[in-house]
């Protein structure tokens, strides 16, 4: 899937940009993340194996290549393409700000802008409202938990699973409740290797609201085409509407 692939790179990108390391530690994080997916695809496969009946051995149907995928998105009239050009400007801001700004896990900001951005406006605004209220609340969540109660490796271990369990099932379903999973998955998953949750949650929560901020502003900018369409149509019936005054 190009859109998933293309996401994924964004937000490696920003995550690699934003984490302090070194040339060799950023190879073994790499080879990390690539161990990460061999172990998600081997799950995959076995699952579709034990619950999918197996399909008949045969040649899979021919598709375009990608130079002719492509090639009808080339023109400005094209939703895609101006998404592109959004999605890179609100990226490029995203990156700027995180960098002026310094604060712990700076790279949250372009990274939610990577993951928030679609190509229509009201779309946009639906997954950013999802996004910060689903942030806010798996904060307020993973911080009652971790730091009023304390809980030990093996239970923040427990609490990662949580996570991921969650954000996998309403990924589909449930986008804000799918954010909840991801911001208890990811914030336990730092205090596992020493993060101090404690003081980054608000960092957290402020860049997710930032991102969504400048994901919404750069939504105006160029709107889609279909978009333009009933702006159009809803000015001319508003014109229709007004009285005649002659």
Known sequence: ?????????????????????SERNAVEDCLLVG????????????????????????????????????????NLRDDFFRHGVRLAGAFTTATIISQVLMWPHQYWIPMTVAWVALPDPTGTATRVAGRVLGT???????????????????????????????????????????????????????????????????????????????????SMVWPAVGHEHRHLFRGRRETDAQPDSS
């Open 1 to 21: 899937n190009a859109r998933v692939g293309g996401v994924l790179s964004l937000v490696l990108f920003a995550v690699f940009l934003g984490i302090p390391s």
């Open 136 to 218: 806010l609340v798996g904060v307020a969540l993973i911080t009652v938990v971790i730091v009023g109660a304390g809980p030990g490796p093996y239970a923040i271990a427990i609490l990662v699973g949580i996570g991921a369990l969650i954000a996998e099932v309403f990924i589909v379903a449930n986008y804000l409740v799918c954010v909840v999973g991801v911001t208890t998955f990811m914030i336990a998953l730092f205090t596992l290797v020493g993060d101090p949750v404690g003081e980054t949650v608000a960092y957290r929560a402020f860049c997710t609201i930032l991102a969504g901020v400048i994901t919404i502003a750069w």
């Open 35 to 74: 161990l990460g997916g061999v172990l998600v695809l081997g799950w995959l496969v076995a699952l579709r194996l034990l619950f999918h009946r197996r399909k008949s051995w045969g040649a899979p149907p021919l598709s375009p290549n990608v130079i002719d995928r492509l090639r009808p998105r080339l």
